[in-house]
Structures are given as structure tokens and as C-alpha cells.
């Protein structure tokens, strides 16, 4: 797994690879924030009715 990192750093160039996957790790964990959020909403939801 490493080894297809470094294949993708030399690629494309460090700063650019590592910008764009934390870009990406923020963006799914917004969306997992998102889907939690919903998802406790909901459940609150069904337990006052």
C-alpha cells in the first residue's frame, strides 16, 4: 500500500497529492458528520412519537 503512495507522490508531486487527499478525508468525514446527524434526528424523532 505504501509503495502505491509513493508511486502517486512522485506522479503528481507531494504538495498536490497530499492537499487533495486531506481535501478528501475532510470531505467524507463531513458526510459521515452529516448522515450522524440525520440519523440521530430521526431516531428522536420516531421516540417522541
Known amino acids: ?3 502505491l503512495w509513493e508511486k502517486l ?3 503528481m508531486g ?3 497529492t497530499i ?8 470531505k467524507s468525514l463531513e458526510c459521515i ?3 450522524v446527524i440525520w ?4 431516531l428522536l424523532i420516531q421516540l417522541y412519537i
Do not use: G, Q, R
Open 1 to 3: 500500500m505504501l509503495h
Open 14 to 16: 507531494e504538495e498536490v
Open 39 to 42: 440519523f440521530l434526528f430521526l
Open 9 to 11: 507522490l512522485d506522479l
Open 19 to 26: 492537499i487533495s487527499f486531506f481535501w478528501s478525508i475532510c
Open 33 to 35: 458528520l452529516k448522515f
